[in-house]
Each structure stands twice: as C-alpha cells, then as structure tokens.
C-alpha cells in the first residue's frame, strides 16, 4: 500500500513540475485586434471569417456515432452466446435492446429522424 502512495506521490510531483516548467518556458503572446483579425492582402475582410454551420448535420453525425456504438456493444453478445449461461444471456441482451429501443423511439418521437423539414 505504501509503494503504491508513493508512487503515486513521485508522478504527481513529476507532472506538476512538467507543467510549471511549461507555463513558465512558454512563448508570451500579447493578443491584439489586429493579430487576431483574418487577413485579405491588407484590407478589412469583406464577410465574416466563419462559415455557416448546420446544426441539422451535427445532430444527425451525434446520432450515428450513438448507434455506432451501439453497434461495437451488440457484436460480442452474439460472440459470447456459447460461453455464458443463456438465461443470464437472453435477460441482459434483451434489457439492453429495449433500452436502445426505447432510445430509438424517444429520437423519433422528438423529431430527429426526419431528414427533410
């Protein structure tokens, strides 16, 4: 139990003192307007710098990485079939696809599955 505290304490102290020796080596910027304003060949930028976002295409790629994961979940259960009890098996797959159902229901329900407006 010491070793381990001990340890512990050594990597804390290390990485406190990483990050001391970084804040204080660290180029100094000073932040102005101009350094941080776009530059177009020395004129003043004739529309904004920043593109046009869609919230629509970010809740859909936030929607496909949840079932994605879903996916990577779902893809052992079939591989452990044959090495776990099948009670125990069916009780766990089955509370675990009503949860994603009802997730796939709350979705649909609220509308963010229509991919046209």
């Known amino acids: 139990m010491f070793s381990i505290l001990s340890i ?3 990597i804390l102290l290390i990485s406190v003192v990483v990050m001391l020796l970084a804040s204080i080596l660290s180029k100094k910027s000073f932040a102005d307007r101009e350094k941080n304003s776009p530059f177009e ?3 003043d930028p004739k529309s904004s710098s920043r593109l046009p976002f869609s919230l629509r295409f970010f809740l ?3 929607i496909f990485l949840i079932f994605d994961v879903e996916i990577t979940l779902i893809l052992p259960m079939i591989l452990i079939i044959n ?5 125990i098996w069916t009780i766990t797959s089955f509370i675990f696809l009503l949860i994603l159902i009802f997730g ?4 649909w329900n609220q509308g963010m599955l229509e ?3």
């Open 104 to 107: 796939l229901y709350h979705e």
């Open 83 to 87: 090495f776990s009890n099948i009670f």
């Open 41 to 43: 060949c020395g004129f």
């Open 8 to 10: 512990a304490s050594i």
């Open 115 to 117: 991919w046209t407006n």
């Open 60 to 62: 859909i790629t936030i």
